[in-house]
């Protein structure tokens, strides 16, 4: 059975302080990793997809990489509104729905 | 335009009642799912429709019936609600791996 744990389940930074966001998987054999930002009432909003060990993505302040049993999602001077819920999922080589961790919920402080 | 939309976004009703949850996606996508996200924000499946058929239905009591009419549209109909049915409810749909989220559902037993 596939399972995503993350870590830490919640974090507060000041401004401009970097930290990074683990994300734990077991699968048998992976598609695809996924990060995702969830902002208070709304939808999970798609950030990164990574498919193999090694890989790394980008967008403005967030850098996400991976290896066999884990990704992180680095953040480089956060603003305070980088404040949201990053949720860590993962899709088995079987093509099942994406299985969720219970997510990262991430405070910034001006 | 909205890709994945749901209604509606708020519903409180009492306990024994029936009630349908409806998902709309515009993105031409043959996938559409339903997640439940639990008081502690975890995201789980629920089903999974490819083109009208069920694929993929996890451990849901038959009270919660999915009906997909064409590849756009997949509702959501529950019997006899209870108070633990209480939960944000996400419909979402993908292609070739990209999953976009409804806002979604919050659903309120009392």
């Known amino acids: 059975e596939d399972q995503v744990t993350q870590s830490p389940e919640a974090l507060r930074l000041q401004e401009g302080e970097s930290s990074s966001l683990n994300c734990s998987y077991t699968v048998s054999g992976l598609r695809g990793l996924f990060w995702y930002r969830q902002d208070p009432g709304k939808g999970p909003e798609f950030l990164f997809t990574l498919y193999s060990a090694g890989e790394e993505k980008e967008k403005e302040r967030l850098k996400a990489t991976l290896t066999k049993k884990e990704s992180f999602l680095h953040i480089t001077a956060p603003k305070p509104e980088d404040s949201a819920t990053y949720l860590c999922a993962v899709q088995d080589s079987g093509n099942t729905p994406l299985v969720f961790g219970k997510g990262t919920r991430l405070s910034v402080i001006a | 335009d909205t890709a994945v939309s749901q209604t509606p976004k708020y519903l409180v009703t009492q306990m024994g009642n029936d009630k349908s949850i409806k998902c709309e996606q515009n993105?031409?996508?043959?996938?559409m799912y339903w997640y439940k996200q639990d008081s502690k924000k975890f995201l789980k499946i629920m089903f999974s429709y490819n083109n009208k058929e069920l694929i993929i239905n996890e451990t849901v009591p038959n009270r919660f019936s999915p009906k997909s009419p064409d590849k756009a549209h997949l509702n959501l109909h529950i019997n006899s609600l209870e108070l633990g049915d209480s939960a944000v409810y996400f419909c979402?749909?993908?292609?070739?791996?990209?999953?976009?989220f409804g806002s979604g559902t919050r659903l309120t037993v009392v």
């Open positions: 993105l031409g996508h043959d996938t």
């Open positions: 979402a749909s993908s292609q070739l791996g990209g999953y976009t």
